[in-house]
């Protein structure tokens, strides 16, 4: 067997992966971006295991170990994209930026003590 096919196929994979990531703005799309990328890898790690002639087989066990990792990386990342449209209403990525830096430079210290008071006045 040919090493070529599989690893120009693998690039292939992984470069539109790679755009997906880069340039979608949905959560979902990201998601299955990288879930390319990983069968890009294991397109790789089974054909160089072919092409070495392994006894032990390490690339194909080391890819059910990444298929067992893409699995649960979904499950979290569906269950994450899940909450945040939810409570967002959209699942722009883009939109997501304000969960983690505050566009008026104001520190955290500051509005710990009003989220306080709120929580108590409400209780």
Known sequence: MHLAYPAVLAVLLFSTGLYGVLARRNAI???MSVELMLNAVNLNLVAFDVWLRDTLHAGQALTLFTIAIA???IGIGLAIVLLVYRNRGSSDVDRLRDLAERPD???DTEATPQSDTKAEATA
Do not use: P
Request: proline share 0%; aromatic share 0%.
């Open 71 to 73: 699995a649960a990386e």
């Open 105 to 107: 430079g104001a520190d």
């Open 29 to 31: 799309l990201v998601l």
